[in-house]
C-alpha cells in the first residue's frame, strides 16, 4: 500500500510540474483531510469521461469539488502512449488498478475505468458523434450539441494522418463485405465505412478527458483522488417531508481506513438557489451509489439494511451491454504494435457496427488481431444489485447477452458479415495468404452457435440510472431536490459507434444548461 501510494505522489508532482509550463490546471490532492469539511457550490462525483467536462464547465461560474476513486493518470506510459494500448486491461487488482475487472453473472469479463479520466484514459480512443436520430430521441438541442461536441474535439481530439497497413486493410475489407459507401475521414454517425477521429493524436499520446479541467476556472476546482463516495448526504426540509441532497460521504479507495469523511454544498443567501450533488461515476458507479444512499428498490436495500430514502425502482434496471463478437486473424507482422480500431463499419440500417484492432495479451508484447462487432440496438435487458455496501467492490450485473430472439439473429447477421469481411482479398494480401478465403463459410446454424458460446463484450455497456425511469429530461433524479445523474448511466441506447464522444460531450452540455438554469433563477 506504501510503495503504491507513493508512486501515485511520484506521478502526480510529474504531472503538476509538466503542467505548471504549459497550462494551469486544478488543484489535485489525495489528502481526503484536505476536503473534508469544506463546501462547494457543486460536488460531482466520478472524474471520468462525463465528470471532467462537466466539472471545467460549472467552474466557470462556481466552485466545484470533483471527487474521483482512482489516481492520477499523468506520468503513467501505460495510459499516455499509444504503443502501450491494451496494457491497463493486463495489470488489474481489486483496489488500486487504473482498470478494474469485473464479470457479470452471465460470465463475460469486463472493465471499467479507475482513474482520473474513467474508461476514456483506457479505451481505444475511437470518437464518433451519435446520429441525429439519437439526439432527437434523447430531446437535446441540435445547436447545442454540436457546440459541445466541437468543444471537446477542438481540445482533445485528433483527425488521424495516416492509417497502418492493417486499418487498411480492414477499411477495404468492410468495402468488400458491402458496407458501403466509403465515407473517408467522418466525425459523423453514418451508414457505410469511415476513419474515425480518435484520442490519441499522431505523435501517439492519448489526449484525456482530464486535460479538459484547464478550460474552465481552475482556480474554482478542487479535485479529490483516490476517494470513494459511499453516499449521499440527505436534510429533510419543509413540511412535506421534502428530501435535498446537501452533501457527500467518502472513504480513502485504498482501503486503510474505515473513517469517513464529509463534504458539502454551500447553502446559498436567501437569493440564491442550491447547486446540486452530480454523481457522474458510470453505469455502475452511479446506480451503485444511489442504492448506497437509499434510493432505489425497497426490498433491495432492506436485504442490506439500507435505510431507505426512496422507493425508486428504476435504479439499477435498463442495464444493457451491446453484445460483441470477435473474430481472430493471423496476422504476424515483424513487429507487431497494438493498435486500436480507426475504421468503422455502420451496416444494415445502423444495426450493426464492426471494427478491428490489435491488442496485447501479454506484457512480453504478444497481440491478438480481431474483427469485433456488435449490436447497435440491443433489446436484451438486465439489471444492477449491490454485492455488498462495500462502496469499492463491484456491484453484481447482469446483461442478458442475447436473451432476445432478434438479437440472436442480429447477432447471426453481425457474424456473418464478419465472415465475408475475413475473406476479402485485403486480408488476404494483408495475411499473404488465401487461408480465409478457401474456407467454407459457416451455416447458420454454426453462426447462432458461435453467438451462443462466444459472445463477450466491447465495454459500451450503459444504463442503471435511465432517463424517464431514474432522472428527468433534466438529468434530476425523481423525488428528491439537488440530486442528478449525467453519464452513460441515462442512455437507453449506445450513441454512435463508440459512446465516448457523446459521453464528453454530455458534460459539456448539460454543464452549460445547469448555469443557465442558475442564471435564469
Known sequence: MAMGFSLHLLLLFVHLAICSSEQTFPYMTSNVEEVAG?????????????????????????????????????????????????????????????????????????????????????????????????????????????????????????????????????AFSFLEAGILPYNGFSLEHIQGTKIG????????????????????????????????????????????????????????????????????????DNSGSWGDVILSAGALGSPQILLLSGIGPQQHLKNFEIPLVLNLKGVGEGMQDNAAIRLFVNYNPQNPTPGPAKAAGIADDFKIITEAAIQPISLNGTTDSFFIAKIAFSESVGKLELNSTDPRANPSVTFNYLS????????????????????????????????YRNKPMPTKDELQKLCKTTVGTIYHYHGGCTMGSVVDKNYRVYGVKGLRVIDGSTFLESPGTNPMATVLMLGRYQGLKILQERKDA
Open 38 to 170: 469544506r463546501s462547494f457550490d457543486y460536488i460531482v462525483v466520478g472524474g471520468g469521461t462525463a465528470g471532467c467536462p462537466l466539472a471545467a464547465t460549472l467552474s466557470e461560474k462556481f466552485s466545484v469539488l470533483l471527487v474521483e476513486r482512482g489516481g492520477s493518470p499523468y506520468g503513467d506510459p501505460f495510459i499516455l502512449e499509444l504503443k502501450y494500448f491494451g496494457f491497463p486491461l493486463l495489470q488489474t487488482d481489486e483496489y488500486t488498478s487504473v482498470a478494474q475487472r469485473f464479470v457479470s453473472t452471465d460470465g463475460v469479463p469486463n472493465f471499467r475505468g479507475r482513474v482520473l479520466g474513467g474508461s476514456a484514459a483506457i479505451n481505444g480512443g475511437f470518437y464518433g458523434r451519435a446520429s441525429k436520430d439519437f439526439v432527437k430521441k434523447v430531446g437535446w438541442s441540435n445547436e447545442g450539441v454540436k457546440d459541445a461536441y466541437e468543444w471537446v474535439e477542438s481540445r482533445i481530439i485528433s483527425k488521424p494522418d495516416h492509417l497502418t497497413p492493417w486499418s487498411h486493410a480492414v
Open 404 to 435: 432476445s430472439e432478434k438479437d440472436l439473429a442480429e447477432c447471426v447477421k453481425m457474424t456473418e458479415l464478419l465472415e465475408v469481411a475475413l475473406r476479402s482479398k485485403s486480408i488476404a494480401s494483408l495475411v499473404g495468404s488465401n487461408e
Open 197 to 268: 477521429a480518435s484520442s490519441f493524436d499522431n505523435q501517439g499520446r492519448r489526449h484525456l478527458p482530464a486535460d479538459l479541467l484547464p478550460a474552465g476556472n481552475p482556480s474554482k476546482i478542487t479535485v479529490l483522488l483516490n476517494a470513494t463516495v459511499d453516499k449521499v448526504i440527505f436534510q429533510r426540509t419543509g413540511t412535506r417531508d421534502d428530501k435535498i441532497a446537501r452533501g457527500i460521504r467518502f472513504i480513502k479507495s485504498d482501503g486503510s481506513s474505515n473513517q469517513t469523511y464529509e463534504a458539502y454544498l454551500n447553502q446559498p
